[in-house]
């Protein structure tokens, strides 16, 4: 919580020298070896499929939204002491799929078969 009261006063005195990118950056650069290569691809994946989305962190955490509003975020299992990892989806996502669909994916690693999941469900997403 006190990440979160941090980000919202600094996006209320936002000036040119601040860049959401850079501290999104600053965060994944700050994170234990295995969460950062998470999310660096994370970070990979929504700059190339899903460039309408504007970096930011929420909660101290990376994670990425449109008009404001958090669409998809990178959970670090080291943030809660976790086994994995969580890429999950706030419900500015457009991931409906009849009336129940997931909005939260444990990651341990990515391979290719991954990436391609992940790469749909940004895309998809991002709307």
């Known amino acids: 919580m006190k990440e979160r009261a941090t980000e919202v006063r600094k996006a209320r005195s936002r000036t040119a020298a601040t860049d959401p990118l850079a501290d999104l950056l600053a965060k994944i650069a700050e994170l234990p070896d295995e969460d950062r290569a998470l999310a ?12 309408g989305l504007t970096p930011k962190t929420w909660y ?3 994670a990425y939204a449109r008009d404001g509003k958090v669409v998809v975020f990178f959970q670090p299992a080291s943030k809660f002491k976790a086994r994995y990892a969580t890429l999950g989806f706030n419900d500015t996502a457009v991931l409906d799929d009849g009336d129940m669909w ?3 994916f444990a990651l ?4 290719d078969d991954e990436t391609r999941r992940i790469t749909d469900l940004i895309t998809r997403a991002a709307g």
């Open 40 to 51: 660096e691809a994370i970070h990979a994946i929504v700059t190339d499929h899903a460039p």
């Open 60 to 62: 101290g955490m990376p």
């Open 102 to 104: 997931p909005t939260a």
């Open 108 to 111: 341990t690693t990515i391979g």
